[in-house]
C-alpha cells in the first residue's frame, strides 16, 4: 500500500514537472531574448547580420580648428611637402570642419551599431592630428578601411555633387591596397548617389594626397558635396541629407565587405 502510495506521488511529481517544464521551455526564450540578459547570445535574424562585425573602421573628419603651421611630407621620402594642416570650404552657415564632424559622428554611431569598431581620428573641432598622424593612427589599428569625409568647394558655385577620392600607384606599391580602396570608393560613391540623388562627379585617383600615401591600408575620401553651391550647401546643412549620405556610405562599406 504504501509503496502504491510512493509510486503514485513520483507519478505525479514528473507529471507535474514535465508539465512545468513544457510551459517554461515554450515561453521563457521570448521574455529572455526580449526583456534582459544582454550578455546572453542569441539566434540573429537575417536583418541583424550586417557584414560589418568587428571590421575595424576609422573615421577622418576631414580639416580641424588648429593651432599649429608647419610642412609635411606628402609621401614617406618624396621630398615634396604641403602643410600639415589647411582649413576647408565652408557654406553659407558652418565650415567644411564642422559638416565634416557632424556627419563623421553621425557615420560612427550607424556603423558601431551594426556591429563594426569604429575609432575616430578626432571627435571635438580642435585636433592637433596632422594627414600623416591621421594616416599612421589607421596603419597602427591595422584598420579594415579608413573613410575620410570632406566636403568640396568651388569658385563656381553651380558646381555640385558627390565624388570619391582614391590613392594612385605615384607612390604607392601595394597593389592589393590601391585595388581595394578603388573597389571600397566604387561601392560608396554609387551607394551615396543613389541613397541622396546627388550629381555623380564619378572616382578621382589621387597622388598628391599626404593622407593616402602615408597609409597602410584600405583608404578612401569621400566629397559629400560642394559647399560653395547654395542648394547643396542648404540640403548639407539638415539633417535628414547627411543621413541620407551616412547610409550611402554604410550600404557601400557593406557592399564592399560582401
Ligand atoms: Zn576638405
Redesign the pocket.
Known amino acids: 500500500m504504501r509503496k502504491v502510495f510512493i509510486c503514485t506521488l513520483c507519478t505525479v511529481i514528473l507529471l507535474t514537472g514535465c508539465g512545468f517544464s513544457v510551459t517554461t521551455d515554450k515561453t521563457e526564450p521570448v521574455g529572455r531574448t526580449k526583456v534582459h540578459n544582454d550578455t546572453e547570445t542569441t539566434e540573429k535574424t537575417p536583418e541583424e547580420i550586417t557584414g560589418l562585425e568587428n571590421k575595424v573602421i576609422v573615421i577622418d573628419a576631414?580639416?580641424c580648428i588648429f593651432s599649429q603651421s608647419r610642412q609635411e611630407e606628402i609621401a614617406p621620402g618624396s621630398g615634396v611637402t604641403k602643410p600639415a594642416f589647411v582649413s576647408?570650404?565652408s557654406g553659407a552657415n558652418q565650415t567644411?570642419e564642422q559638416l565634416?564632424l557632424s556627419v563623421a559622428l553621425r557615420l560612427q554611431a550607424v556603423l558601431e551599431k551594426m556591429g563594426a569598431k569604429v575609432y575616430m581620428t578626432r571627435t571635438t573641432h580642435e585636433s592637433d592630428m596632422s594627414n600623416i598622424d591621421r594616416a599612421q593612427f589607421a596603419n597602427e589599428l591595422n584598420a579594415d578601411i579608413s573613410v575620410k569625409i570632406?566636403?568640396d568647394g568651388s569658385g563656381n558655385t553651380s558646381i555640385s555633387g558627390v565624388s570619391v577620392l582614391v590613392p594612385g600607384t605615384k607612390y604607392i606599391r601595394d597593389n592589393a591596397l590601391i585595388d581595394k580602396s578603388r573597389k571600397a570608393g566604387e561601392f560608396v560613391l554609387n551607394e551615396i548617389v543613389s541613397a541622396t540623388g546627388a550629381n555623380n562627379r564619378g572616382i578621382s585617383v589621387r597622388d598628391d594626397m599626404t593622407g593616402f600615401n602615408w597609409s597602410t591600408v584600405p583608404v578612401i575620401l569621400v566629397e559629400m558635396g560642394f559647399m560653395t553651391n547654395p542648394q547643396e550647401d542648404k540640403l548639407m546643412e539638415t539633417s535628414e541629407y547627411q543621413d541620407k549620405i551616412v547610409m550611402g556610405i554604410v550600404n557601400g562599406l557593406k557592399m564592399y565587405f560582401e
Open positions: 576631414g580639416h576647408g570650404t567644411e565634416n570632406h566636403a
